[in-house]
């Protein structure tokens, strides 16, 4: 009877209309949404990794490099401005918003043709010079993306939002692996990026609810989009740094059939920490802008209740990489990735120690972006300078093992900020990192010992 009485009340909590309902219905779907995407992305790896050769791999991962680095560096903010505005359900303010996504989209593709020609000679590969272009197409589509995508998440209403992903992931997978199998090329790859973007296009048009967009130029709307995003600018162009700068540095260690060997160990550790930055960003962000006028006192019980949720569901799979990222590679590839299993280990307990210790984006639910921008360029920094360090000490190994060694330092910096805002969880971290730096110790006693 007790225990039904718990179902019961978990019932209608879960199926209630305030906030808590709300965030555990939307964190359910993102769950559901990113483990059925994984499980599509892993199973449509293995298929391709062997229909194609590492050096298609490692070209994509120059195509999305450069790709990311053109959107990150025109990034405006557009869809945190909406998440965190009291406009945020204003038609003008949107399709003001909807309007600058459209033509910065074009933009992009226009940028991507320019730098063709010298990312190929910069590489050597004149593939590039055709692959970069068609890849850019990605972004005008996407451009035309309906700002009720941003809205449901804004709700969130992440159910609809979630299918959607799925489904375009689905067709696309499809549709490249058939590619992949007919002409054995990268081409594969980029036209099965494309098709993405479009199958969500549709999608969105048609089965999400809500009004969808016209072009619209409204000058109070801009200048509020402009006030906000002009910080996540500059922090995105930074943040380009800390997401992509690990290929660009490898790419000076490594020939391009490394590279695609090393982006199999980047998909693999980075699924969890990838997780959870779409947690912060599809529940917690809009959680804390619901919740941004409570003192610290009063918002510190719930952030240790998500960190410790956070940490139950997203470590114990960073750790058993941590053990085990080696056997792993060896079961799931043939012996051209075998080389993906050390670098899987090193970096999950990077990102084991990033996941373990963040609280998520509490300072932009506040409209504080500029903190923002500080954080993103210090971690860029912090980054680049290990790997930099861990590079010229010892080649690509080095490297790999200074992403991970970043996270440690940063960490110093982040505990910082959040002590002065008095929501630093020091007892919470300690517990984390000693269980994570015993994973290494027993991973790295293994190695020695064979």
Known sequence: ???????????????????????????????????????????????????????????????????????????????????????????????????????????????????????????????????????????????????????????????????????????????????????????????????????????????????????????????????????????????FFVQQGDKLVLATFMTIAELGVYSIAFFLSSAPWALNLKLNQLILFPIYSKLKGLNSRQLRPKIIKARIAVCCLLLPPLLILILFGNHIVMFLYDERYWEAGWMIQILSVGYAISVGTNIGPFYLAQGNSKLFLIIVVVKALLMGLCMILGGYLYGSTGVVVGIAVSNFVFYIFSSAIYSHFNLWLWRLDIFVIAIILCATAIAYWRIITV
């Not at 009877?1 to 019961?8: D, P």
């Not at 965030?23 to 790896?45: C, D, F, K, P």
């Not at 689905?170 to 490249?176: A, D, M, P, R, T």
Request: glycine share 10%; aromatic share 10%; hydrophobic share 55%.
């Open 1 to 239: 009877v007790k225990g039904l009485t718990i179902i019961h009340n978990l019932s209608k909590v879960f199926h209630g209309a305030g906030l808590k309902a709300k965030a555990l219905r939307g964190s359910a779907w993102t769950v559901l949404g990113y483990g059925t995407s994984q499980i599509i992305r892993l199973l449509s790896n293995l298929v391709l990794t062997r229909l194609l050769f590492p050096e298609a791999f490692g070209l994509m991962a120059i195509v999305q490099v450069f790709m990311q680095g053109l959107a990150m560096f025109s990034d405006m903010g557009i869809g945190p401005s909406i998440i965190q505005s009291k406009r945020g359900d204003d038609p003008a303010f949107l399709n003001t918003a909807w309007t600058i996504q459209v033509i910065r989209g074009f933009t992009l593709f226009i940028f991507t043709c320019v730098i063709a020609v010298p990312i190929a000679y910069l590489y050597g590969e004149p593939s590039l010079i055709s692959l970069m272009p068609v890849a850019g197409l990605a972004a005008v589509i996407s451009g035309f993306n309906p700002t009720k995508l941003v809205t449901a998440n804004r709700n969130l209403f992440l159910g609809r939002l979630t299918i959607i992903e799925i489904t375009s992931q689905i067709v696309s997978v499809g549709v490249l692996i058939f590619l992949a199998w007919l002409m054995h090329s990268v081409w594969a790859l980029v036209i099965g990026g494309l098709v993405a973007q479009l199958t969500k296009l549709v999608l969105a048009q048609q089965y999400m609810p809500g009004p969808n967009n016209r072009f619209i130029w409204d000058r109070d709307s801009l200048k509020s989009l402009v006030h906000f995003g002009k910080w996540i600018f500059l922090s995105s162009i930074f943040g």
